[in-house]
């Protein structure tokens, strides 16, 4: 193989991979429903004071931005989620709050340039978090319920059962009589029986 086809080559390999060389991302990231996903990219000496971004969507010319920085390191939030650039370490940091199983996605870590922007993609996956609660015999025809807030009395019922009846609902809470436990795969909240 030449030199020229070498060259070649590798010209089409950076067409095709927008960014090669100048950012790089971990390829893949998970986190979990309701927490913290904290994304960290690096780029090479030079790219300091550009704008950086975080994008969402598998096609790279047409994913939508949601957080941009302003060309300076500070932080910059943008409804769930912020960005910071640090240019000492050359990286910056992405970070997406209260997670739900629809943020699974392509996302790209970005960079703007005069021209062509570069990024580097990232698959995101969210795992939803399960909870089994279990209860001693007598309580099987109770209502039981998942609620929010550390104070029973304050508590906000997110999903609740129908007393006895083995059920899976759409809120995610299925009913075992014979293992007396109910599960649910919300997470970050309290539960109360």
Not at 102 to 126: H, K, L, M, N, P
Not at 128 to 157: F, L, M, Q
Request: hydrophobic share 35%; glycine share 8%; proline share 3%.
């Amino acid at each position: 193989m030449g030199c020229r086809t070498t060259w070649l080559l590798l010209a089409l390999f950076l067409l095709v991979h927008p960014g090669s060389f100048a950012i790089t991302g971990p390829r893949e990231v998970s986190g979990l429903e309701g927490g913290l996903l904290i994304v960290q990219c690096r780029y090479n000496p030079g790219w300091e004071t550009h704008v950086k971004w975080w994008c969402r969507g598998a096609a790279w010319s047409s994913c939508k931005i949601l957080v941009e920085t302003t060309g300076s390191e500070k932080e910059v939030k943008k409804d769930r989620v912020s960005i910071r650039d640090n240019w000492k370490d050359r990286s910056f940091t992405v970070t997406m709050k209260e997670l739900s199983l629809s943020d699974a996605d392509t996302y790209w870590c970005g960079i703007e340039r005069v021209g062509s922007d570069v990024g580097a993609q990232v698959e995101v996956t969210i795992d939803s978090v399960t909870t089994d609660c279990h209860y001693s015999p007598g309580w099987e025809n109770y209502v039981k319920w998942w609620c929010r807030h550390a104070d029973p009395n304050h508590c906000v019922i997110l999903v609740q059962t129908m007393g006895s009846k083995q059920e899976e609902t759409a809120n995610r809470v299925y009913i075992n009589q014979n293992k007396r436990m109910f599960t649910t795969t919300r997470s970050d909240e309290k539960i109360i029986l």
